[in-house]
């Protein structure tokens, strides 16, 4: 077996890995001063293009290397060719790459058989603008042997080892704060670092935060009030059920997975096609979230719900509807080259998979073994060869066209055939005119009361084939065929065949979400952490490679991953352990914990978060009385060879629907939205960034949507608080935006505003405007949102 560079009995890939933090420190331009996020992009984006349209001239294995210029090698990049550097970081119109590419300059065109599409020269000037990052370690000119992948060492990672149940960690100074197993692992790990946890919250911040962690959405005060009162000695624990029995929690949960698997409702990249039916993967999302669907059972579908025996016709629409999670992805539709734009979709669902479900970065052995974690370009083909027996376009030539289960019940299906065929006979020239108009009305008949037809956006099983790698991503460039199969680091290379008539994805899905997989239950485990705390076990819950940090407590996130097998892979149930502990009960309020751990690494206090861009949204239309809870469905029409109207975004925003239900659009956000950090649409993101930026207070102080929210709850206000006076008013808006009396000084200064507030010429209905005012701070205040 090939070796990870053995040197004196330990790998040097190793050694390089141990290594890591420390080159960063000392060497901060190693990886172009890139993050993860940064090397990801270039191993997925730009070592394939480099390979495929630039390496058969600029390459240590080029037959004869042109202009002196090796792009194989961050190296070579850097030092640039006989005319000089080619590129400047984070100086894209400085880069004569770009230029090149561009073909700006007659005497200066790459490569020279003709210019790349415009899709792909954008993606060349965002990774030089993101300053050129490049992990690639290679000397530049002389040809490496690849070094190859060490399975037996890989399997000694921690992520790869398969989880075990351990005795709990003894604790010594505070048994009595212990609730469950997971406050005796939290204690011991804080005993160790000479901390204590923080007292336990009030019942006003945790019945706020539980309403705002699994509804997204602030309880009313009226619930506030009754969760205080509440004496029952287990009312947090029906508290906790309540809300997890709701459906508002798959709203806000199935959220959360929506960004995971980069949800949206039309393409982006190149052709920014509609997905008129994509919304039906977002509502089978939220309704398994909703069913406590087994966790297992919904990774199953959603990578090959059509390969699975259903009851009935429900069943049937709702495994395929899961497709959309490898359909939904961006894709280079207007690629002229078939070849090229099957295996970029492939690319896309293959990396997606692996960030998804097992927290890999499989996109990155596409063009080479991968160059930190135990994946060889074998495995990948392995892997990409039951993508590519897999149909996710009806053609793959311009403009390329998604293809769709039509699932209608039998009659409907008839109907709209005979639809169909009196609309073609109608449009036909040769149709009399008297004809056309009785078809006109034989037409309108048949559609009376005549439901739409039932189409899933989803793949299909194509024809079954094995792959060869291909030298450097080039599909052109050929070498040995690769039989379909999963990760050998963890199944081992002895694997049975895949089966001849499918493609594999059931097999695949099975694997991936089998209880054997030391990866999955970790993965899930740890991303409900995340979504509970702000922070996850492992702080990259998309990477459990190398790259990706390691976990603040690993005996804890085995034990998190053993109770989500052992509880039927159950959501609801890690959510009732992980709510129940001492440890989510935390008051933010530890000088001590702020002082010596100010990231919270170690969880000895509970860590305010801001609100996501939704929960922002929906809060401030649910407490003026105006938000719409209607469940499901899709608003954008026309057929899925269109472009998106993107004209329409401004109506949409304007809808009082949760947020959840508004077309996401890769080309184009909501700037409410995009202001508070809305996930970016085009790549897996299981952890959204939280910035303070300017923007926020500025959406807060002139959106309509407050404005307008401000005005309805300012008259609503006083209709309630009739006969009370201003400072009586001024308590009542407190308790029903903060979920807690008003303090004598803020009242104070409130109605101090009140009665200063200047009057303004023509401009009726002063007194509510002035109470809207205060409306409009409230909202815009820390206590508002952030989950406290």
């Known amino acids: ?101 561009g073909y700006l300059d007659s005497d200066l065109q790459m490569p020279p058989q003709g210019k790349l599409p415009d899709g792909t020269i954008a993606l060349f000037r965002e990774w030089i603008e993101r ?34 149940k351990g005795p709990l960690p003894e604790v010594t100074g505070k048994p009595d704060w212990v609730r469950n197993e997971i406050d005796q692992y939290i204690l011991a790990r804080l005993e160790q670092a000479g901390l204590a946890p923080a007292q336990e919250a009030d019942r006003r911040t945790l019945v706020r935060r539980a309403y705002l962690d699994l509804h997204g959405l602030p309880p009313t005060a009226s619930q506030v009030e009754a969760f205080v009162l509440d ?34 409702d039309s393409n982006g990249m190149d052709e920014d096609i509609a997905h008129p039916e994509a ?48 359909s939904v992805g961006p894709k280079m539709l207007a690629c002229d080259d078939p070849d090229k734009m099957r295996r970029d979709i492939v690319d896309e669902q293959l990396d997606t998979t692996g960030r998804a479900f097992m927290g890999m970065t499989l996109g990155c052995a596409r063009c080479h073994d991968h160059k930190f974690d135990p994946v060889s370009t074998e495995d990948y083909y392995g892997l990409a060869g039951i993508f590519l027996s897999t149909k996710t376009l009806i053609k793959y030539s ?18 709209w055939k005979q639809v169909s065929d009196l609309e073609k006979k109608k449009g036909d020239k040769k149709t009399p005119k008297e004809e056309k108009e009785k078809l006109g009305t034989q037409i309108a008949d048949l559609k009376k009361g005549l439901p739409p037809r039932h189409r899933v956006m989803g793949v299909t099983e194509d024809a079954t084939t094995d792959t060869k790698v291909h030298l450097r991503g080039n599909y052109m460039t050929l070498g040995k065929s690769v039989p379909r199969r999963v990760l050998p680091v963890i199944a081992g290379l002895e694997q049975a065949p895949m089966p001849a008539k499918q493609s594999g994805r059931l097999e695949l899905a099975r694997w991936i979400a089998g209880a054997d997989n030391p990866l999955t239950a970790r993965v899930i485990a740890n991303r409900l952490w995340r979504w509970h705390f702000g922070r996850g ?68 206090r509970w860590m305010p978060r801001r609100m996501e861009a939704e929960v922002v949204r929906d809060s401030i239309l649910f407490k003026a009385k105006r938000l719409d809870l209607a469940m499901g469905g899709g608003v954008i029409e026309g057929k899925p060879t269109e472009y998106i109207n993107k004209g329409k975004m401004a109506e949409w925003i304007k809808s009082r629907r949760r947020t959840v239900y508004l077309p996401v659009i890769r080309s184009a956000g909501y700037d409410e939205l995009n202001a508070f950090d809305f996930a970016d649409p085009s790549v897996p993101d299981g952890n959204r960034r939280t910035s303070t930026v300017t923007p926020q207070a500025l959406v807060l102080m002139n959106s309509p949507l407050v404005h307008e929210s401000a005005m309805k709850i300012a ?30 000084d803020e009242i104070s200064r409130l109605v101090e505003h009140v009665r200063s507030y200047p009057v303004e010429e023509g401009v009726g209905q002063r007194e509510q405007r002035t109470w809207a005012g205060v409306a409009r701070a409230l909202m815009a205040a820390n206590e508002f949102l952030y989950i406290e």
């Open 1 to 101: 077996m090939r070796t990870w560079w053995r040197i004196s009995g330990l790998p040097k890939r190793m050694r390089w890995r141990r290594s890591i933090p420390w080159l960063l420190v000392l060497c901060p331009g190693l990886l172009g001063a890139a993050g993860s996020e940064d090397v990801a992009f270039f191993e997925n984006k730009i070592r394939p293009l480099l390979a495929q349209h630039c390496y058969e001239c600029h390459s240590a294995r080029a037959k004869e290397v042109r202009g002196g210029l090796f792009l194989d090698s961050r190296a070579g990049v850097r030092k640039g060719g006989d005319s000089g550097a080619v590129l400047v970081p984070g100086q894209p119109d400085r880069s004569r790459l770009l230029k090149a590419l």
């Open 537 to 604: 076990l492992v702080p990259t819950p998309d990477n459990f490679g190398i790259l990706g940090e390691r976990p603040t407590h690993p005996a804890l996130l085995d034990y998190l991953a053993l109770r989500m097998v052992e509880g039927d892979w159950s959501l609801k149930a890690l959510h009732r352990e992980i709510m129940s502990s001492a440890t989510y009960r935390q008051s933010s309020h530890s000088d001590r914990a702020r002082k010596l751990d100010p990231e919270n690494k170690l969880l000895a």
């Open 231 to 264: 004496n029952r000695p287990d009312a947090w624990e029906l508290l906790v059920d309540e809300l997890l029995s709701s459906p508002r929690y798959g709203e806000r949960w199935g959220r959360h997975w929506l960004d995971v698997a980069r949800y949206s």
């Open 279 to 326: 919304w039906r993967y977002r509502d089978y999302v939220i309704r398994s979230f909703n069913e406590d669907k087994r966790f297992d059972q919904f990774i199953v579908e959603q990578l090959a719900g059509d390969l699975l025996p259903s009851r009935d016709l429900a069943e049937k629409r709702d495994q395929h509807a899961a497709l959309g999670f490898l």
């Open 131 to 164: 300053g050129a990052p490049d992990p690639r370690e290679e000397a530049a000119g002389p040809v490496a042997e690849e070094p190859g992948i060490d399975y037996e060492e890989g399997r000694r990672f921690w992520s790869f080892v398969r989880p075990e």
């Open 398 to 415: 311009v403009v390329a066209q998604y293809h769709l289960h039509d699932l209608t019940e039998p009659d409907v299906a008839e109907r």
């Open 715 to 744: 008259g609503i206000m006083l209709e309630r608080t009739e006969g009370l006076d201003p400072s009586g008013r001024a308590d009542w808006l407190i308790r029903h935006y903060h979920g807690r009396p008003g303090r004598g």
